[in-house]
């Protein structure tokens, strides 16, 4: 168990849906990265934010969109659903810069979501 | 920006055989190297780590790693593989005091055979 948590654990919607992924970090933790992970395009990074403040974007699509809030939780927001957006969804956190652990990354158990 | 590239994708080795997982990364300064492992259905997990230091890092189950700054390398390596190593493996790269932004690798399935 890594300390990092993910609601729901599964989710299964129609094509053109919004739906909200959940994501608390480790106790502690500054950074909370998105993560999605499919068969065909492997692990490929979203978004990353630190204290709230959006750090780095990745291969993320416009109809995708996070937040991180006080408290530090985040949320993955996916609307118009689409089939190819059917993946796993994985949250991850890191401690803050500086420590032994800066940089390492704690995964969530992650969220499968089917598009149908 | 920083890249990290895995070669092999794919890796079917037999039991007892030995591994090398290759890992190379572009940057120009000062970096942080980790390996993480996903077993079949299961999230990302650290495997080993490199900060400083010795260059050869020995992580958990009996892994590790050769950071070779002059290669810009960082392989991951076990003498003898066992069944329950089948699992993808992931090499990820941050620079030191950065802004926490972490660059991973495509990944590597490996598969033993028993």
């Known amino acids: 168990d890594s300390g990092v948590t993910q609601t729901p654990k599964h989710l299964i919607t129609a094509t053109g849906q919004r739906v909200t992924l959940r994501c608390s970090p480790r106790?502690?933790?500054?950074?909370v990265y998105w993560y999605q992970q499919s068969l065909d395009q492997g692990l490929q990074f979203l978004i990353q934010y630190y204290n709230g403040e959006e750090r780095a974007k990745g291969n993320i699509l416009e109809r995708f969109s996070a937040q991180q809030f006080p408290d530090l939780h985040s949320e993955l927001n996916l609307s118009s659903l689409e089939l190819g957006d059917s993946a796993l969804y994985f949250c991850a956190s890191s401690p803050p810069a500086g420590g032994p652990n800066t940089d390492t990354q704690y995964f969530g158990p992650g969220t499968r979501l089917t598009v149908l | 920006a920083q890249s990290v590239s895995q070669h092999n994708h794919h890796v079917i080795l037999s039991e007892a055989a030995s591994l090398e997982l290759g890992c190379n990364y572009s940057?120009?300064?000062?970096?942080?190297l980790f390996w993480y492992v996903q077993y079949p259905g299961q999230h990302l997990q650290l495997l080993l780590k490199y900060f400083s230091g010795d260059p050869l890092v020995k992580g958990i189950k009996g892994f590790e790693a050769e950071f070779i700054k002059s290669k810009f390398s960082f392989n991951l390596r076990k003498p003898s593989v066992q069944w329950s190593d089948t699992a993808e493996y992931f090499c990820?790269?941050?620079?030191?005091?950065?802004?926490?932004?972490?660059?991973f690798g495509t990944g590597t399935k490996l598969q033993v055979i028993p």
């Open positions: 106790s502690g933790d500054l950074s």
């Open positions: 940057y120009g300064g000062t970096v942080n």
């Open positions: 990820a790269v941050s620079h030191s005091g950065g802004y926490q932004k972490v660059t």
